[in-house]
């Protein structure tokens, strides 16, 4: 078992930035891609960013190229998404997940990933 927890979300103006940490416990061994999803009320859960065991390969949508940065520290079990540049339409539950499988690049896919957090909320008013 694998639990994660989100941290780092708040309400921020439209342009600021924020980071949010997860901090993994428990059998981390058999973690190998992170990924950062989210979702808004009535819409379903969306990809945002995902990345490699090591860290070399990454995977980002379209909607966040250039603005969010993700990356780990695996001596710390964390996984880090910067968020940059902030809109209004980022404005969503931020969920963390791990995944037990290897692929040659990050998924999107939220059925690849097995372990979740509770989220942290991130508001951007305009």
């Known amino acids: 078992q694998v639990q994660l927890v989100e941290s780092g979300g708040g309400l921020v103006q439209a342009g600021g930035s924020l980071r949010l940490s997860c901090t993994a416990s428990g059998r981390t061994g058999n973690l190998y891609a992170m990924g950062w999803f989210r979702q808004v009320p009535g819409k379903e859960r969306e990809f945002v960013a995902a990345?490699?065991?090591?860290?070399?390969?990454?995977n980002y949508a379209d909607s966040v190229k250039g603005r969010f940065t993700i990356s780990r520290d695996n001596g710390k079990n964390t996984v880090y998404l910067q968020m940059n540049s902030l809109k209004p339409e980022d404005t969503a539950l931020y969920y963390c997940?791990?995944?037990?499988?290897?692929?040659?690049?990050?998924?999107?896919?939220?059925?690849?990933?097995?372990?979740w957090g509770q989220g942290t909320q991130v508001t951007v008013s305009s």
């Open positions: 997940a791990g995944s037990g499988r290897m692929f040659n690049s990050p998924s999107s896919t939220i059925t690849d990933y097995g372990s």
């Open positions: 990345i490699s065991k090591g860290g070399s390969s990454i």
